[in-house]
């Protein structure tokens, strides 16, 4: 918007203060109306854009009005002459005329991210809880491994050397929302992981009720690259070990999954010999190439713990 000035919402405040103290035979009180105008409602915008001329003209009068009280000027004063000079009426019709402009369809509202960040003021609790701690010097976190999104904003720091447990998931939802046949997702405690910088940088979503609250069990991707960051649940967090800069092999193969997931929703085949669960592991039935022994184990753990049931009378 070339040409155009924006003045502080605190600015039309302070001009209505100098056209009450300021009143002449018209030019103040259409000043008032104009910033009135800005002012009485709590939608107002931050700032109003202004041409320059009508903007410095409102300054000038501001700045050249004397500060002698006078009463009420009556109504008839708002039709103020067009004149070729810098007159108090020239410039309260400008500025009343540039505001109804502005108002009209020239303004500038609060930008969204100010208008989020606001709407989060006093609700910023989250960010002094695990797992979006920041990372502080001397608070006694060992950081083992570094990690970032894509674009460099969201920097976190594991403390934990190997994962509770890694494994690729392979349900409709994750390859939604990784645009990926599979997830490969690494579980850690809360307060494993610290954020080096960018936790004010996340954003969330709720694939349950496809929310943006930030409800559990839930998303967490950088705001800015959109790179998932995490998936938070209730008690823990499943990590994306892609994020992870590695220092050696062996730091990589301390994230090795270790089973498939929805393995029954897969996309593609992955024949590695892994343990192939048809939807949460130890909840459901092993599939494919999974390891035989681990079949034939999990066929007579079950069996006892039905056996078990029945001698318990459970199953009447």
């Not at 035979?25 to 259409?30: F, I, L, T």
């Not at 100010?114 to 010097?137: A, C, I, T």
């Not at 969201?154 to 934990?160: A, G, K, N, T």
């Amino acid at each position: 918007m070339a040409g155009l000035q924006h003045l502080p919402r605190t600015s039309p405040y302070w001009i209505r203060r100098v056209a009450f103290s300021n009143p002449t035979s018209s030019g103040p009180n259409a000043l008032h109306l104009a910033v009135q105008s800005l002012t009485a409602s709590t939608d107002a915008p931050r700032s109003i854009a202004l041409n320059r001329s009508s903007s410095s003209a409102i300054l000038s009068y501001c700045y050249s009005t004397s500060t002698k009280p006078s009463p009420n000027i009556p109504a008839s004063a708002f039709t103020a002459p067009q004149t070729p000079d810098c007159s108090n009426e020239t410039i309260a019709a400008a500025a009343a005329a540039a505001a109804n402009t502005a108002a009209a369809s020239t303004y500038t509202k609060m930008d969204p991210h100010e208008v989020d960040k606001e709407s989060k003021e006093g609700l910023n609790d989250w960010k002094l809880r695990p797992p979006y701690q920041m990372h502080k010097k001397n608070d006694g976190f060992h950081a083992r491994y570094h990690a970032s999104c894509h674009c460099g904003k969201v920097e976190y720091e594991l403390s934990r050397e190997e994962p509770l447990d890694s494994k690729l998931c392979h349900c409709t939802t994750c390859q939604t929302q990784h645009a990926a046949p599979f997830q490969w997702a690494a579980i850690f405690h809360k307060d494993d992981i610290k954020f080096k910088n960018g936790h004010h940088d996340l954003e969330w979503y709720d694939p349950s009720s496809k929310s943006v609250e930030h409800r559990l069990p839930c998303k967490v991707r950088c705001s800015y690259c959109h790179s998932p960051i995490m998936d938070e649940g209730r008690n823990m967090i499943l990590l994306f070990p892609s994020l992870i800069h590695f220092k050696s092999q062996q730091e990589k193969e301390n994230f090795a999954p270790r089973c498939h997931m929805f393995y029954g929703q897969r996309c593609i085949d992955i024949p590695d010999g892994l343990p192939k669960w048809t939807g949460l592991n130890k909840d459901s039935d092993l599939i494919e190439d999974s390891p035989p022994e681990q079949i034939k184990e999990l066929t007579r753990q079950r069996e006892k713990e039905r056996e078990d049931r029945f001698s318990k009378g459970e199953h009447q």
